[in-house]
């Protein structure tokens, strides 16, 4: 569900932004560069990165089924960040999303946004196959 959803608020989102949302954007992106090794603070900048695409988005639909995922996305975030904090990998795709936002690229938001879910995916399936461990490393 997330794939579709969050892959269609990027798309919209790119073609609906205000100037000022991409800059919002802009502005979450660069406090997640930032975050360094502080994990609770790159998992918060993280999940405001995807409220403020999908609020850029203006479809009401889509923003409250994401609303109502709020809790499963902050799980997942607790999975996937490492305890040294967000990964390259991950503010790299997010900055391919708001640059796309910002170009008005809707087929490249879609596309990044879909390759940005799956490559989540694909870390919670590989964190879930190790028994006891969690994204920190710790023992569960």
Known sequence: A??????????????????????????????????????????????????????ASRNTVLGRILESLRDILRESRETTVPASGVTARTIESQRRIVEAVGNRDAAAARDLMREHIRAVSERIRKVSASPGRDSTGASA
């Open 2 to 55: 997330r794939l579709v959803i969050e892959t269609e608020c990027a798309g919209l989102a790119a073609e609906r932004a205000t100037a000022e949302e991409v800059e919002e954007l802009r502005t979450a992106l660069s406090e997640l560069e930032t975050s360094g090794a502080d994990r609770e603070r790159g998992i918060r900048c993280e999940l405001r990165l995807h409220d403020l695409v999908a609020r």
